[in-house]
């Protein structure tokens, strides 16, 4: 059961444009990427038992990450795609930095995280 629908994205979160037909390959990876970003304290089972506040968040941090992916090379952005040059004879790589000056990109879109810092998700504390 996906979290969010193309109708949703575009009526209800209104994000940036994304082609229909990367739409559903962008949101499954959205989702699962959104998943591994709350350590699997989301899942369709626990979404259902969620506050219908806290599920508001949790779409709107999915429509997020979609369009943080198609903005920034959709798929390519988990496959590595840091690399900025290669060579052959007497091997060479050059990864590419970002605008600070670091190399790699986040794979989490920061909106997305704002997004569920409220809902105790992103919580990486230890319990009692």
């Known amino acids: 059961m996906p979290y969010v ?19 559903p390959s962008l949101c ?27 599920q508001e968040r949790v779409k709107k941090a999915v429509c997020a990450q979609i ?16 690399l900025q040059s ?3 004879g007497k091997f060479n790589y050059t990864l590419a930095a970002g605008a600070n000056g670091s190399f790699g990109q986040s794979m989490y879109a920061p909106r997305a995280q704002r997004i569920l810092f409220p809902t105790g998700l992103l919580y990486r504390g230890g319990g009692c």
């Open 5 to 23: 629908d193309e109708a949703y994205y575009n009526d209800t979160f209104h994000g940036e444009p994304v082609n229909t037909t990367d739409f």
């Open 28 to 54: 499954l990876r959205a989702e699962e990427t959104v998943e591994e970003m709350t350590r699997y304290r989301l899942t369709p089972t626990s979404f259902l038992a969620m506050p219908e506040d806290i």
């Open 67 to 82: 369009e943080y992916l198609d903005a920034n090379g959709g798929a390519d952005l988990d496959n590595g795609s840091d």
């Open 86 to 88: 290669a060579g052959l």
